[in-house]
């Protein structure tokens, strides 16, 4: 028995609403789901109130960083180097890498920008 023209469009106005239903529900879940992992965050790097200091994800406090001017320097040398050691080749990063084990940071990094100004 076919189904008569006014049925169908039922059916069809019927499957529409609940597509519209359905896409209202996942905006309204994803914006829940944005709003918990941003109150989670925010709650993650809150200090905690027993100790005035910041708490880690685990709810542990974070140990304070005691950085020495000397190891300060250390860490911006090495972040530099290795700056530009991910823009070398492997032939040019052995290079690099002799004359670190040579020379120092100094002049590896030297030798590293120019390297990396050929590219």
Do not use: C, H
Not at 73 to 102: F, T
Request: proline share 4%.
């Amino acid at each position: 028995m076919p189904l008569r023209r006014n049925s169908v469009k039922q059916t069809l106005r019927t499957i529409e609403r609940a597509f519209a239903q359905l896409e209202r529900s996942l905006t309204k879940l994803g914006e829940q789901a944005r709003k918990a992992a941003r109150d989670a965050a925010r709650n993650a790097r809150r200090s905690s109130r027993k100790t005035g200091r910041w708490v880690g994800v685990l709810g542990k406090p974070r140990r304070p960083l005691k950085l020495t001017p000397k190891r300060r320097a250390q860490l911006k040398l090495q972040g530099a180097y290795m700056g530009y050691m991910r823009q070398l080749k492997p032939r040019q990063k052995a290079r690099v890498k002799a004359v670190k084990e040579k020379r120092g940071f100094e002049a590896a990094i030297r030798v590293a920008r120019t390297l990396a100004a050929r590219r």
